[in-house]
């Protein structure tokens, strides 16, 4: 798997670990609680085979990113939590922020 691909799966563990975090309800139920087990455990093993091959920089700041928007999102979706356009507008931030990350390190 390449390093990208690898972060992206690591990623998608994550923000599945978190929203079923949400839906476990304090880990006294227990099918969210497996996924959240399973889902962080994975996704910290991939994430770590992702640093073998990238910069650690790189690799948090996409990871942050990306897991804090489909946190966000995922919430809205399953949960009905508000995103507001100050939301979005931090979402948008966030994007730049990662995007300006990439450049510059593609750069050094």
């Excluded at 770590?48 to 942050?64: E, N, T």
């Amino acid at each position: 798997m390449t390093p990208y691909l690898t972060l992206a799966v690591a990623i998608l563990a994550e923000i599945t670990a978190t929203l079923s975090l949400k839906a476990a309800d304090g880990l006294t139920r227990p099918g969210p609680t497996v996924l959240v087990a399973l889902g962080y455990g994975t996704a910290l093993w991939l994430m770590s085979g992702s640093m073998d091959m990238l910069p650690i920089g790189i690799v948090y700041a996409i990871w942050a990113g990306v897991g804090m928007v489909g946190a966000a999102l995922g919430g809205a979706v399953l949960f009905g939590e508000p995103v507001t356009p100050l939301m979005i507008l931090g979402i948008g931030v966030i994007a730049v922020g990662v995007g300006i990350l990439a450049a510059a390190q593609a750069h050094a």
